[in-house]
């Protein structure tokens, strides 16, 4: 009875303290919480802070998600202890209000590019940031330049909770500069191909020349003409940035493979794997 008392009505048997809490967090759309939040909503000194943060986890009010960073625990998981809520929004935490976008296989996921749980969640961002595993989910963030932070939208997370996200043009291109983020060069290419119809192709060529990396350039010709894409405009734009040098398909696979003149690049993916892409 205690438990279904408690999730009728969670203030009564919160506590004044935690109530407030709960509550001012709900009103500003969050779940997740540091030790200052704590202090400035509750008015309680730095240590009583802690104390109190500490007897929440206790009672699975909340959750540590590593050392100053906490989670509310929905009530509706009664005496769950171990609660992430969206990795996008801790990935966005873990980022420590720096400049950030989510990117890569964990952008492809949101954007439904892919086809395969994604067991690891990617953030890329200028600042120098550590690989972190929390709650049994694993982090990586890609370093980027300052100057390579376009091409991002706002995406809610949950209900509450949004986060930057590479839209859908720029997600391609990332996987194209670093297909090792995605799972290789053929999962970049059957994500462009589920989305297919709602990808600008004028806007991806504009990224890629913006970017301005070789590889990505190649890669981007590469996959326009294999899938078709009826952009003869575009394809001269991408053909006028070639350089004599030549670039490997898929970093992740050994460098092997004939090398195609068009695009200045050594095929070292299958063309039948790309093209059964497709097929299914």
Request: glycine residues 8%; proline residues 5%; hydrophobic residues 40%.
């Amino acid at each position: 009875m205690g438990e279904l008392h408690m999730n009728r009505d969670p203030l009564k048997t919160l506590g004044r303290q935690a109530a407030r809490l709960v509550t001012e967090l709900h009103e500003r759309g969050k779940t997740l919480f540091s030790h200052a939040e704590v202090e400035e909503i509750t008015g309680l000194a730095p240590k009583s802070a802690r104390n109190f943060v500490a007897s929440l986890v206790h009672r699975g009010i909340a959750t540590r998600l590593m050392p100053g960073l906490f989670i509310l625990v929905p009530f509706e998981l009664g005496r769950e202890r171990e609660y992430l809520g969206s990795p996008l929004v801790v990935a966005r935490e873990l980022v420590s209000g720096g400049d950030y976008y989510i990117s890569h296989a964990s952008a492809m996921d949101a954007h439904q590019m892919t086809t395969q749980p994604q067991l690891v969640v990617y953030a890329a961002s200028p600042k120098a940031i550590r690989p972190r595993t929390v709650l049994g989910t694993e982090f990586r963030f890609v370093r980027c330049k300052p100057g390579h932070l376009f091409g991002i939208t706002d995406h809610w997370a949950t209900k509450t909770e949004k986060v930057r996200l590479s839209d859908l043009e720029r997600t391609v291109i990332d996987g194209l500069k670093q297909p090792e983020h995605c799972g290789g060069f053929t999962e970049v290419a059957r994500g462009f191909w589920m989305r297919r119809e709602d990808i600008d192709a004028a806007k991806l060529v504009n990224y890629a020349l913006r970017l301005d990396v070789g590889a990505v350039i190649r890669r981007l010709g590469y996959l326009l003409e294999t899938f078709e894409v009826d952009a003869p405009r575009e394809m001269e734009r991408l053909c006028e940035r070639l350089t004599a040098t030549y670039a490997i398909l898929d970093p992740l696979l050994p460098a092997e493979g004939k090398l195609m003149a068009r695009w200045r690049l050594r095929l070292n993916v299958d063309p039948g794997e790309i093209e059964a892409v497709v097929r299914t």
